[in-house]
């Protein structure tokens, strides 16, 4: 069934070995809404449980300078539906409407995240009118966690899982982490 679905090339709905992750940019799913797609890609900046994921607070620093960078963006803008943290710490999500393909959006990504890791002067919305938490921030960390990613995406950037690193889900019992 769940090969049926992938064959179908609509769904990509799997769980990955996150003991095999590397950073990259990676199709998490695709879902279809309303004749139209929204993609959700997995920014891995960090092997997950190999090496120290990012700090809470250089991470919702990440958070509000590479999100008003992404709504920004003259070529993207119109296509951006979301970019946040994964909880675990190693990553964040964007959900792009479309299916573009992670290498187009790579050069967009390297744009956001040059722009963190030259940035100078005020945290975007890191006031309490527009933050929930607005003294959880760190932007010397936040640039360092930037340039190092921003070398990886430049370098050795990865955009597919491995076949092999996709778990069976054939129990037909999925969670997202
Ligand atoms: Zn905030």
């Known amino acids: 069934m769940n090969k049926d679905k992938e064959s179908a090339g609509l769904i990509a ?3 990955v070995d996150h003991t095999k992750i590397v950073p990259g940019i990676y199709e998490s799913r695709v879902d279809e809404i309303g004749g139209d797609f929204a993609t959700t890609f997995d920014i891995r900046m960090k092997t997950p449980n190999k090496e120290p994921a990012i700090h809470p607070n250089a991470m919702h620093t990440i ?12 070529e993207w803008k119109d296509r951006i539906v979301y970019w946040g943290p994964m909880g ?4 964040c999500y964007l959900i792009v409407k479309g299916r573009p393909k992670p ?23 890191a006031t309490p009118l527009n933050c929930g938490n607005y003294l959880l921030h760190d932007l010397p960390m936040a640039k360092w966690e930037a340039a190092r990613y921003a070398d990886i995406l430049k370098t050795s950037a990865r955009y597919e899982y491995d076949m092999t690193r996709r778990l069976d889900t054939s ?3 999925f969670f997202d982490s």
Not at 88 to 91: A, F, N, P, S, V
């Open 171 to 173: 129990s037909g019992v």
């Open 103 to 125: 290498q187009e959006i790579q050069p967009l990504l390297l744009r956001a995240f040059e722009h963190l890791r030259d940035y100078e002067g005020a945290v975007p919305g």
């Open 13 to 15: 709905s799997f769980q």
């Open 88 to 91: 675990c710490l190693t990553g």
């Open 63 to 74: 958070e509000h300078v590479v999100a008003t960078f992404l709504r920004n963006d003259a």
